[in-house]
T-cell receptor, first 116, second 114 residues
Framework: AQTVTQSQPEMSVQEAETVTLSCTYD???????LFWYKQPPSRQMILVIR??????QNATENRFSVNFQKAAKSFSLKISDSQLGDAAMYFC?????????????FGTGTRLQVTL | KAGVTQTPRYLIKTRGQQVTLSCSPI?????VSWYQQTPGQGLQFLFE???????NKGNFPGRFSGRQFSNSRSEMNVSTLELGDSALYLC?????????????FGPGTRLTVT
């Protein structure tokens, strides 16, 4: 069974600084997706960034980038120039890449606090 | 495009009652997945519907059921509610075909069972 592990329950970063959230996963599949989702307090979960396992290039979305290490099964999220609005729970998620398997497997989340 | 909508946003029910939650996916999306989010268990997959058929199922008891209509809207039903069913129920929408990895979430329905 696939598992996703986020070992940092809480992280704190100062505004304008950079922070990295860690995620490891376990799977025997070779073709899959990895995602980072953000869930602000009492607000909707939104997709931050996605990575396709067969793509070696790390995904980037504005201030958000990932470090995808397929062999190590590691998928960390780097947030640059942190803003107060980045404060949220961040979930790492995995999904096998087939047309008939939509199930997302989530990690336990990392609560990110942004301080002035 | 309009996002994923869920109704109602909040519900308070009593043990033993049943409840129905509704989810309208993004226009054109044929897959709707349901997740339960609790502080203790985190985010857990309930089931997925695609083209009116249940395509995947998580490890939940039979009290949890769902269906999908021809317009892709989905409902989730929980019968004989237990205190442990108190949770945020999220639905997620996706095209449902190979290569379409991401899912888009609705705001959730917060269910409280007393």
């Amino acid at each position: 069974a696939q598992t996703v592990t986020q070992s940092q329950p809480e992280m704190s970063v100062q505004e304008a600084e950079t922070v990295t959230l860690s995620c490891t996963y376990d799977t025997s599949e070779s073709d899959y997706y990895l995602f980072w989702y953000k869930q602000p307090p009492s607000r909707q979960m939104i997709l931050v960034i996605r990575q396709e396992a067969y793509k070696q290039q790390n995904a980037t979305e504005n201030r958000f980038s990932v470090n995808f290490q397929k062999a190590a099964k590691s998928f960390s999220l780097k947030i640059s120039d942190s803003q107060l609005g980045d404060a949220a729970m961040y979930f790492c998620a995995y999904r096998i890449n087939t047309g008939t398997a939509s199930k997302l497997t989530f990690g336990t989340g990392t609560r990110l606090q942004v301080t002035l | 495009k309009a996002g994923v909508t869920q109704t109602p946003r909040y519900l308070i029910k009593t043990r033993g009652q049943q409840v129905t939650l509704s989810c309208s996916p993004i226009s054109g999306h044929r897959s709707v997945s349901w997740y339960q989010q609790t502080p203790g268990q985190g985010l857990q997959f309930l089931f997925e519907y695609f083209s009116e058929t249940q395509r995947n199922k998580g490890n939940f008891p039979g009290r949890f059921s769902g269906r999908q209509f021809s317009n892709s809207r989905s409902e989730m039903n929980v019968s004989t509610l237990e205190l442990g069913d108190s949770a945020l129920y999220l639905c997620a929408s996706s095209p449902g075909t190979s290569g379409s990895g991401e899912q888009y979430f609705g705001p959730g329905t917060r269910l409280t069972v007393t």
